[in-house]
């Protein structure tokens, strides 16, 4: 009898009990205010809103569906958090989903999303212009240019992709491919967290 794999062969455990994301194309946008974000779906309803709590110890990002109730909250590890580990906890159980990891690096933007008890890759998400990447870090003027990034499963297989665009705030599209074992309600929440992190 076969081993059981390491890797997850769903991403159900990772869904999140408050929402429902099972389209396969969302719109992020930042809205005037910086660090708060509106998720859109293909036929243009809200799917989630998250703004950035100020004044806290630990960053906070609460999310709450398209009609106002609380969905997930992702929150930073450890005091005020420059890189490394964010969970998105679910506001209906309380429980961590997934973790979420930023490899701290000038030249290179990657954040993997994670199994929150074993610590196994679920997800990978990588910005595709590292020459970009790194301006943005050392030249605020490099921030008006979007980035682009690729999403990539447990096995290192592209899955989707998050694109920047050109606007007077951050705007992105978030793509995932039907097949896609990936929780798409971290793929999502990454695209605003790195958005507002990135930008520091």
Not at 154 to 162: C, L, P, Q, R
Request: charged residues 30%.
């Amino acid at each position: 009898m076969p081993e059981p794999s390491s890797t997850p062969s769903s991403a159900q455990p990772y869904n999140i009990s408050t929402i429902d994301l099972d389209d396969d194309r969302y719109e992020v946008k930042q809205s005037m205010i910086r660090n708060k974000y509106v998720v859109r779906d293909s036929a243009g309803d809200v799917a989630l809103r998250g703004k950035q709590k100020l004044f806290k110890m630990k960053e906070e990002f609460p999310f709450v569906n398209g009609d106002g109730e609380d969905a997930f909250t992702v929150k930073a590890g450890g005091i005020l958090d420059i890189a490394g580990n964010y969970a998105i906890i679910d506001a209906g159980t309380g429980e961590e989903v997934v973790v979420l990891d930023e490899d701290f690096s000038l030249f290179v933007e990657n954040w993997t999303v994670r199994d929150p008890d074993s610590g196994a890759v679920l997800a990978t998400i990588r910005s595709k212009n590292k020459l970009l990447a790194a301006l943005r870090h050392l030249i605020s003027v490099a921030n008006l240019v979007p980035n682009k990034y690729e999403i990539f499963d447990a096995e290192g297989d592209h899955v989707g992709d998050i694109e920047g665009k050109f606007s007077l705030r951050d705007a992105y599209t978030v793509t995932i491919d039907d097949a896609s074992e990936v929780p798409k309600e971290a793929v999502i929440a990454t695209a605003c967290v790195l958005d507002a992190l990135e930008n520091k």
